[in-house]
């Protein structure tokens, strides 16, 4: 089983922010593979379907707490899966990566984003794959201030286009391998 996990906050107020784009991107890759409807799990504390992309079966994971927290639910998956942190996907918005562009990386550390700081704590290792999507504009906005805001009309087709990417590599990460992956999405 691979888990990925899209990283945001949950409520409606938070939805179509800077900072759900990992959020939105897992729950669009679940759809684009006809995983069906995400389930409250419990004892995850997140929104949770199943499927399968080529013959390997993933889990995507939208944890129910909120984005500095999501460390528990990682923690607590990864445990139940029994699955090797190398073989997590996380999926987050990027504040030092350029709005349309996106990077897959591996072992990094977080840059001070507090959603991956928690997964560094849940997993006990900065040894996972990251699905980084740029949510920079053009103008220096702090970070803070940035995540919580809504992508203009123009931005949106820039956003869609990089989710569409996004969601391609996560299959092809899924059923080849990360570094094949790599080698289109970082382009």
Known sequence: MI?????????????????NIGRGTAEAFA???DFGAFRFEKK??????EGKVGKGKIVVILPDTMMNKSGTTAAAAARFFKTKPKDIFVIHDDADIALGRAKLSFGKRSAGHKGVESVIRGLKTREFWR??????GKRDIPADKLVLKKFTP??????????????????IAAAKGPDRAMNAYNR
Do not use: S
Request: charged residues 20%; without cysteine; proline residues 4%.
């Open 3 to 19: 888990p990925i996990f899209g990283l945001g906050n949950p409520g409606a107020q938070f939805k179509n922010t800077r900072h």
């Open 31 to 33: 759809a684009a593979h």
């Open 44 to 49: 995850w504390n997140a929104q949770v379907v």
């Open 131 to 136: 699905f980084r999507i740029g949510i920079a």
């Open 154 to 171: 123009d931005e949106q087709r820039l956003v869609k286009k990089v989710i569409k990417k996004t969601v391609a590599a996560i299959a």
